[in-house]
């Protein structure tokens, strides 16, 4: 693992929601370096609203946000890339009638003399879209235009990789290859991930630490071998009580 990946984001008592709309109320975690944190929680509990926030895409109305030693709070959302933060959204952000390269290449704009070895270390990540370098990125299925969408992010050469929902509509074969890439890329470059998933066993087989959120504010924040399935059943049918803290 290189320095540049021991990097950590925080939030600190986080308000944030769209305009008017309050959703994160008081929110507060720090990632691990090199590690994998997952945030669970039921439809609508805010967890791509955290991930907005910290990418500056939804609006704060209180609270930090640091990338390291810098406070990046008011930062707009292009200087945050440039820093380092990899953000791979829900809806694929790849450029359909782009090819796969094009699209590949278009990911390295911050590191223009670098695309060739960027190029090489994504495509040995995704070996599956070498066959299709040449095609238009809206013809590769489903599965590869995610796998597509996280090649295109690691160009940036990311400190932190924040995932929506990288499952989200995949057939189960599909899911159980994004899920190995995601292991795969946290082992060979030890880039921490903040995974927002749906698929809760999946998430708790890679992840290191699990935040729960439950109606925007955090609900339980713990190594993931300290979770049980039952715990989070019970807790995102409401029925569990509030444990914040990292115990
Ligand atoms: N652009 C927006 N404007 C207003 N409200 C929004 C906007 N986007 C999301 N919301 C609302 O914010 C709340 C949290 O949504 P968010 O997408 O963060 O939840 P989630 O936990 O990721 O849900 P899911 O698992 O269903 O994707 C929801 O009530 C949603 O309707």
Redesign the pocket.
Same mark, same amino acid.
């Given at each position: 693992m290189t320095s540049r990946h021991t990097t950590s984001l925080s939030l600190t008592d986080v308000d944030a929601g769209?305009g008017k709309?309050a959703?994160l109320s008081r929110l507060s975690f720090a990632t691990d370096p090199g590690g994998i944190l997952t945030i669970l929680?039921a439809?609508? #509990?805010?967890? #791509?609203?955290c991930l907005k926030a910290l990418m500056g895409l939804a609006s704060l109305t209180g609270g930090t946000i640091r990338l390291g030693d810098e406070d990046i709070t008011k930062m707009p959302v292009h200087r945050r890339v440039s820093l380092g933060l990899g953000y791979v959204p829900q809806v694929d952000n790849v450029f359909g009638d782009l090819s796969v390269d094009d699209n590949l290449r278009m990911g390295a704009f911050l590191h223009p003399q670098e695309t060739p070895a960027l190029r090489e270390q994504a495509l040995e990540l995704f070996p599956q879209l070498k066959p299709h370098l040449r095609k238009a990125a809206r013809l590769l299925s489903g599965g590869e235009r995610r796998m597509l969408s996280i090649a295109q992010t690691l160009m940036i050469k990311p400190r932190i990789l924040l995932m929506d929902?990288p499952s989200s509509d995949l057939s189960p074969k599909l899911v159980e290859e994004v899920f190995a890439c995601i292991t795969d890329l946290r082992e060979r470059m030890g880039i921490p991930v903040l995974l927002?998933e749906?698929n809760v066993t999946h998430a708790l087989r890679i992840a290191d630490r699990v935040i729960v959120?439950a109606e925007g504010s955090k609900v339980l924040d713990r190594p993931t071998e300290a979770v049980t399935l039952d715990e989070l059943g019970e807790i995102f049918l409401g029925r569990h009580p509030v444990t914040a803290q990292q115990d």
């Open positions: 769209y709309v959703i929680g439809n609508g #509990s805010g967890k #791509s609203t929902e927002v749906q959120l």
